[in-house]
């Protein structure tokens, strides 16, 4: 049985509005969200704590053009741009992986390290890629309040999806400086499941 459903979050009279208006896009561990008009969508979370603290990742993180933009937000909610695009994960199964995906998720890792994320990590699900391979970041968690001194989990879902040999060879030839310690780290998690 799915733990998503049969919650109940009490809104303010906006977040209902809000919520009427909205078509179902999708629902996570944290909640579910809806498109709204306008190239917004709606996040309602679960709880106060983890919206809270998105809230003011997305705020922080509010000069990046990775990250979605914020309009408003209630106890339990957020209302922010919607990044088009395609999940990163789906597209690389029916696409493979090509450089420019490769160079643009270093420049995103890069990014997360100018706004200094603690976490230097993201999952393949929670990223999007527009027409032109652009990297838009949906649901940024603990970035701020986590350790991760390498992208594990990135390099694990391109394990997984079969192209994390293409991804490292990226790595050496556009940001060798990290190379010969991230590629001992996923190898190393890889094998033994160690951080």
């Given amino acids: 049985m799915n733990k998503n459903v049969g ?3 009490q809104l303010d009279d906006r977040g209902e509005k809000l919520l009427r208006s909205g078509e179902f896009l999708g629902v996570g561990h944290n909640g579910i969200v809806y498109l709204l008009p306008h190239n917004r ?3 309602i979370f679960k709880s106060k704590v983890v919206c809270a603290s998105e809230y003011s990742i ?3 993180t509010s000069k990046s053009k990775h990250f979605p933009d914020i309009y408003f937000c209630g106890s339990h909610y957020i209302v922010r741009s919607y990044a088009k695009g395609e999940r990163l994960d789906y597209y690389i199964k029916k696409n493979g992986l090509n450089h420019k995906i490769c160079s ?3 420049k995103l890792l ?3 390290k100018k706004l200094k994320f603690t976490k230097l990590d993201i999952r393949c699900k929670d990223l999007y890629l527009d027409d032109n391979f652009y990297i838009n970041v949906i ?3 603990n970035n701020y309040s986590k350790r991760c001194i390498y992208p594990r989990h990135l390099m694990k879902g391109l394990n997984n999806l ?5 991804f490292l060879n990226v790595i050496h030839s556009e940001y060798n ?3 010969d310690d991230w590629s001992f780290r996923i190898e190393r998690y890889l094998k033994r499941g160690i951080k």
Avoid: M, Q, S, T
Wanted: aromatic share 16%; no cysteine; charged share 35%.
């Fill in 41 to 43: 969508v709606i996040k």
């Fill in 139 to 141: 649901d940024p968690k």
């Fill in 7 to 9: 919650y109940y979050i």
């Fill in 177 to 179: 400086e990290v190379y």
């Fill in 162 to 166: 079969g192209v994390l040999g293409d």
């Fill in 104 to 106: 643009n998720l270093i």
């Fill in 110 to 112: 890069k990014e997360f």
């Fill in 58 to 60: 997305l705020k922080k």
